[in-house]
């Protein structure tokens, strides 16, 4: 579920999620469940993640503070949004049936 900017796109229709900063960028795209978008000064967001076996924390690429991500959404008109957010908290909750997940927020 992707949460649409009021004015900005509505219904997405594609996602692009790409990991910064760790030598070669890692193609977060298939691993979010939920991003949340705010059209502020200055903009925020939070991406949640699915993170099987830990990924994302554990193995492969670490999310860590300050990481950037740059987010690509288009909708069902074609309008693209695109923007570089840093990881500014991580949170890695436990809810039963969920799996692991984490939570990063750039606000």
Same mark, same amino acid.
């Given at each position: 579920? +992707?949460?649409? $900017?009021?004015?900005?796109?509505? *219904?997405?229709? =594609? &996602?692009? !999620?790409? !990991? @910064?900063?760790?030598?070669?960028?890692?193609? !977060?795209?298939?691993?979010?469940?939920?991003? *949340?978008? *705010?059209?502020?000064? #200055?903009?925020?967001?939070?991406?949640?993640?699915?993170? #099987?076996?830990? *990924?994302?924390?554990?193995?492969?690429?670490k999310?860590?503070k300050?990481?950037?991500?740059?987010?690509?959404?288009?909708? $069902?008109?074609? =309008? +693209?949004?695109?923007? +570089?957010?840093? &990881?500014?908290? $991580?949170?890695? #909750?436990?809810?039963?049936? @969920?799996? @692991?997940?984490?939570?990063? =927020?750039?606000?």
């Open positions: 579920t +992707v949460t649409p $900017i009021s004015g900005v796109f509505t *219904e997405a229709v =594609n &996602v692009l !999620l790409i !990991l @910064k900063d760790h030598g070669a960028d890692v193609d !977060l795209s298939s691993s979010w469940n939920v991003i *949340e978008l *705010e059209d502020a000064v #200055p903009q925020s967001i939070k991406v949640t993640l699915t993170s #099987p076996f830990g *990924e994302f924390s554990t193995r492969g690429a999310i860590q300050f990481d950037r991500i740059y987010l690509q959404v288009t909708d $069902i008109r074609g =309008n +693209v949004f695109k923007d +570089v957010f840093h &990881v500014r908290k $991580i949170k890695r #909750p436990r809810k039963g049936g @969920k799996g @692991k997940q984490m939570i990063l =927020n750039d606000f």
